[in-house]
């Protein structure tokens, strides 16, 4: 039985080891509206790299990997260091390697704390390496590249981690309800209007088309947080606990 439970398990293991390299990372990143989601994406100066993470080593996999080829300059698979199979599957390995995918291991390790004195249960602790067992080919300019500098925020490196089972990732929409929000704070009691002119950005082809679908969130039930006062000609918005 592996030791690996979850996906998520190996992001907590593969994000601080990136970013010992140097990397800035980020976690559960969509990067087209209605696209896929990319566990890892990490950024050094020009270089992008997509890490996909799962389990085990399955087709799977290499089809999630295989989507990102054309948007990164690297991609690679993250998968648990199983000795009983490592040497299994050997077409799927060579999959890997005519497609130019790295691999990534994460093996469970005892290792010694010497400051513990011996005898203490303690002194021996388990801790979850990363290997790069085979790099992944390096492509200079990808065939539909990102703007992944343009793309990542800060929201997307803490937002949600790391091959998290739930589905959360970091979207266009959250962003523009959070500038809302945080509008609001200062100006409650301000028109759909304003408060679209205020926030300044969003991901809509007009403010109208902002303004409509945020009044739809709101009256939905979708957008939590926010109240339209309708008592009022233009209606306002408030937070959902402000006066």
Known sequence: MSWCESEEQLGEAVV???????????QEVQARAGGKVADVVALRGPVSWVIELKRSFTWALIEQAYDWRDQANRVSVCIPWKRRSAYRGRAAWE????????????????VCNYQVPPGDPSRWQRQVRIKERRPGHLVREPRLAVAWRELLTEQHATYAKAGTADGSYWTPF?????????YLERNPGSTIKETVEGIQYHHYASNASCGNQLLRGIDGGWIEGLRADRSTRPMLLYLEDGE
């Open 16 to 26: 601080p080891w990136l970013q010992s390299l140097g990397w800035d990372v980020y």
């Open 174 to 182: 959250k962003a523009m309800v959070q500038a809302v929000k945080q």
């Open 95 to 110: 999959c890997l390697q005519h497609l130019g995918i790295g691999v990534l291991i994460a093996e469970r390790e005892q």
